[in-house]
């Protein structure tokens, strides 16, 4: 009985604790992370051109979205401008890892120098991933990673090559589509224009 209640004692001290990666997980969700370098300075009210770097359906809405965020913070928008911003949306897929079946009673067996052994019984009380006697287990499939979405940005003088500016934004995919979230950073990467920042986090609406 005593060996059983130390068991017990320490299952239970587990669940306090396990979900504490979680509460966190949940206070940093809807945000997203914003980075930025400044080269030169940025010309006030200065004339850019928005270009990206695949012109699929999606990064053609996001232009627009580019233009129009640029024109609300006093920028001129021309095609023809010196000043050329260029940006490109990339993807990184979440991890995925099979947690297994539900394991109650785990049978041993070993075959020692001498011979067989007798079997080994184990009583698997908690597995977190394949599950035991207190818990389910986490199902055959388990995110280990979530996927995120990164959109980059540079803006750059077409006659001489300079770089002016770089930035760049990354956030959790979560309960947003890929365009939808994209398009909540264009605005944050517009207002980083012409500055530098390092990990600035931001909420998505």
Sequence with gaps: MTRLGFLLTWVSI??????MPNQANAQSRG??????VSYLPMPGGASIAVRPLDDT???LILQHEFERRLRAQGYTVSP???????????DVIGAWSDSGQRRVIELKQSRAASGIQDPQVHLNLYDSNRGGVFNEGRG??????PGRYRL???IDNRTNGQRLWQGWSVAELGAFDSL???????PV???GIGQTLKRQSFDLP
């Design 80 to 90: 023809d401008a010196v000043l050329v911003l260029t940006f490109e949306t990339r």
């Design 31 to 36: 945000q997203g992370v914003l980075n930025a």
């Design 140 to 145: 055959r499939t388990a995110i280990t990673t």
């Design 14 to 19: 587990f669940f306090l604790f396990a979900d």
């Design 189 to 191: 990467i517009v207002g």
């Design 57 to 59: 359906d999606d990064n």
């Design 180 to 186: 939808n979230l994209t398009r909540t950073m264009v």
């Design 152 to 154: 980059d940005a540079s």
